[in-house]
């Protein structure tokens, strides 16, 4: 902002200034955090790009590990940004992202959605509960994302139906990240079942 090319090239000369991408630099004492990192990919990938699948689940809480700078952008979008993993779906929806920490990320449900492409089954399948236990998605708002975006063909959501196909628990959310494990272990692994989960328990006419 308010900086000339020759003024940018200067400062690239006497290296107080680096290039990250194409028309994207930051200060040497700017630390390179992974949401600078996301930041600077999404400003080389042009307006319409967002945070997406590793990162976003990072971003959501929902895996520890540093991502890789994962975004997703349209397919007629910028060239892809050296050192960034970029996704091009045939469809990205407006409803389907939301603004974090002043960057434009894919929503939990689209998130889950799309780990399938990228994270192993029983991966997929821990972060779906770990988002229902912290209540950042619904089963039926996943079910509902299946039959709107899921078809044959698109990457990765077979994982995800499977998972919600499978779950002990059926459609209620877990109290706790140790309940699905257990009801997993009793229903489906011992074959102790079916079991009713999170009962209402009447004592005296008081529920």
């Known amino acids: 902002n308010g900086v000339s090319a020759d003024e940018i090239d200067a400062r690239l000369a006497n290296g107080s200034l680096r290039r990250l991408h194409a028309g994207v630099y930051a200060t040497f004492g700017t630390p390179l955090t992974t949401e600078g990192l996301l930041r600077a990919a999404l400003?080389?990938?042009g307006p319409e790009a967002v945070v997406s699948h590793r990162a976003a689940l990072w971003f959501w809480g929902l895996v520890d590990d540093e991502p890789p700078v994962e975004i997703t952008?349209?397919?007629w979008s910028h060239p892809v940004p050296k050192?960034?993993?970029v996704h091009r779906p045939n469809v990205l929806r407006p409803?389907?992202?939301?603004e974090r920490q002043h960057l434009l990320v894919t929503n939990p449900i689209r998130t889950l959605?799309?780990?399938?492409?990228?994270?192993?089954?029983?991966?997929?399948g821990e972060c779906v509960e770990l988002a229902l236990t912290n209540q950042l998605v619904t089963v039926k708002g996943l079910r509902v994302i299946l039959a709107e975006l899921g078809g044959r063909g698109r990457a990765g959501t077979a994982a995800l139906?499977?998972?919600?196909?499978?779950?002990?628990?059926?459609?209620l959310r877990p109290e706790s990240?140790?309940?699905?494990?257990?009801?997993r272990l009793l229903y489906q692994d011992l074959g102790i079942g079916p079991i009713a989960y999170q009962p209402t328990l009447v004592l005296d006419g008081v529920t």
Not at 161 to 171: E, K, P, T, Y
């Open 95 to 98: 409803i389907d992202v939301v």
């Open 177 to 183: 990240v140790i309940e699905p494990l257990m009801a």
């Open 83 to 85: 050192g960034v993993i």
């Open 43 to 45: 400003l080389a990938a």
């Open 113 to 124: 959605l799309d780990a399938g492409a990228v994270l192993p089954a029983a991966a997929v």
């Open 161 to 171: 139906r499977r998972h919600l196909d499978r779950r002990a628990l059926g459609d």
């Open 73 to 75: 952008t349209p397919r």
